[in-house]
Every structure is written in structure tokens, then in C-alpha cells.
């Protein structure tokens, strides 16, 4: 398990840390939306084939809804998880309008914005994590949709570098202007200027976010509370290194040393 390193890293991949039960009903969701991501990302297709093998995709989730049997194996695998663990269908649906989005849209123009592309990538992950645990209280939904938007923040972060190579930005455009930061900086991997303050505050509002959903450690028990915890502080631990930097994601990308992951077990343990 990784954290905050790429999209559908910080899914907790079949984690020893998980009750056996879910654990290759967490490999088939994740395999889903790595090969989703992967369609919108990987290779050289033109944006119209990648979205059409997205709405290809969409074509198989509609038939698992009609109850039909799936055209291909990982589908057909996938449905009979769905139908084991009542699993909500609209979360894979806004996982592929995030995939499709990341082909058409590569500029955010405010946190709103980025907030929304949040609701649509990441929340839906901690969501169906939730349904496979049977867990359904409301306020547990509001908490991880906050840990899961707080990941992919930090997630875009720690990766603007890589994201601006694929000709994306996800960082809010208004907020960019503010500090008279400009695409040609962020092309020349520039700290300068006012680049620092910004990060602080880009850091900041993270930590917030991450801090209201955390609670939610908490409240789910044994393995899998254990397993949120770890994912909280390994997200906690990455925006400590990016505040360390102020920044400076270009020489300092932070990454969770094996030192950092005993540091979290024990105290994701500690603070059950």
C-alpha cells in the first residue's frame, strides 16, 4: 500500500490490515478503477478513443444495473461484488466522469472547482470502502468524503510537477493569479517569488481537511479502523514534509519512509 503517490494508490489494495473477507472484493474495485485511470492516462489514444473506452465501460456498469451479464471478465467479477455487498453503482459512474474529466479539462479555475473533481475521484472510493464494510451512518460518509478529498489535495501537491507534464494543473487558477504565480513557473519548477506562501496555504486548508474527517478512525472498529488510521496519518505525515519544504516539491518531493510507517502503525495502533 502507498499513500498519496498516485490517484488509486491510497486504496488499500487487498492490505493485510483488512478482515480477509474484503480483501479480493477490494482488489476487484480497485482493479476497476486503475484500469479506468489507466484509459484516461496511459498510452498514446487520441481523447476520443479514451472517452469512448470510458463510455464502453459506463455500457458495462448499465448492465449490471439491468442485472444482465457483463461482455467482459473483470465486469462480470465486478458484479457479483456489487450484488454481494450492495455496493452503490453511482459511485463507480462519478469515478468514470472524473476519468473522462482528466481527457477534457486540465485547469481548474478555483477550489470549487477542484472540490468538485474531489467529489467525483476520490470520494467515491472511500465510499465504497464504507459500503463494503456495511458501514452506512451518515455522519461516516461526511468523514470520509473530507479524508478522501484531503488525500487527492495532498496527492496534487506532492505531484504538480508530474501532473504539469501531462499538461494538467489541478492547483486553483484564481488563487495562482493572487500570488502572481504563473504557468511559466510552474514550468520552470521555479519556488521562487511568492510560490512559498502559497504552498503554505494550499498545506494548510489540506490539513484541515483532513483533521474533520478524521474522527472516522475512530469510529469503524478493528482491522479496517486500523487500516483508516494508517491512511490518515500517512497523509498527515506527507503534508508535515511538504510544510518542511515550504513547498519545494520540486527537490523535496516527500514520499513515507519505512521509518515513517512504523512511526504510523504504532500510532495508528496507540490511537485506537
Not at 494508490?9 to 486503475?34: G, H, M
Not at 463510455?55 to 467479477?77: G, K, M
Not at 474522527?215 to 478493528?222: D, F, I
Request: a positive charge; proline letters at 5%; charged letters at 25%.
Amino acid at each position: 500500500m502507498s499513500m498519496a503517490t498516485d490517484h488509486y494508490e491510497n486504496f488499500p489494495v487487498a492490505s493485510i490490515l483488512l478482515p480477509r473477507r474484503l480483501r479480493r472484493a477490494t482488489a476487484i474495485v480497485y482493479r476497476f478503477a486503475r484500469s479506468a485511470d489507466d484509459i484516461a492516462d496511459e498510452g498514446d489514444a487520441s481523447p476520443e478513443q479514451r472517452l469512448a473506452a470510458l463510455d464502453a465501460y459506463r455500457q458495462e456498469l448499465s448492465l449490471i444495473a439491468q442485472h444482465a451479464a457483463p461482455q467482459t471478465p473483470l465486469f462480470r467479477e465486478l458484479a457479483v461484488v456489487i450484488a454481494r455487498h450492495d455496493l452503490p453503482l453511482q459511485a463507480f459512474y462519478d469515478l468514470l466522469d472524473a476519468f473522462s474529466q482528466d481527457v477534457v479539462k486540465t485547469r481548474y479555475a478555483n477550489f470549487g472547482e477542484v472540490m468538485d473533481y474531489c467529489k467525483k475521484s476520490a470520494n467515491p472510493v472511500g465510499r465504497l470502502m464504507l459500503a463494503l464494510y456495511g458501514e452506512e451512518d451518515p455522519r461516516s460518509l461526511t468523514y470520509s468524503d473530507a479524508i478522501c478529498s484531503a488525500l487527492q489535495i495532498i496527492n496534487f501537491l506532492q505531484d504538480i510537477a508530474i501532473d504539469y507534464d501531462k499538461q494538467r494543473i489541478y492547483l486553483p487558477q484564481d488563487e495562482l493569479a493572487k500570488r502572481q504565480i504563473g504557468e511559466d513557473q510552474i514550468a520552470r519548477r521555479d519556488t521562487g517569488g511568492m510560490w512559498s506562501p502559497f504552498m503554505l496555504g494550499q498545506i494548510e486548508r489540506a490539513r484541515k481537511l483532513l483533521q474533520a474527517g478524521a474522527p472516522l478512525g475512530k469510529v469503524l472498529k478493528g482491522r479496517i479502523g486500523l487500516e483508516l488510521r494508517m491512511i490518515i496519518m500517512g497523509g498527515a505525515t506527507i503534508l508535515e514534509k511538504l510544510h518542511q519544504s515550504k513547498g519545494d516539491i520540486y527537490t523535496q518531493r516527500p514520499v513515507l519512509t519505512p521509518r515513517d510507517w512504523v512511526k504510523m502503525l504504532y500510532r495508528a495502533i496507540r490511537a485506537k
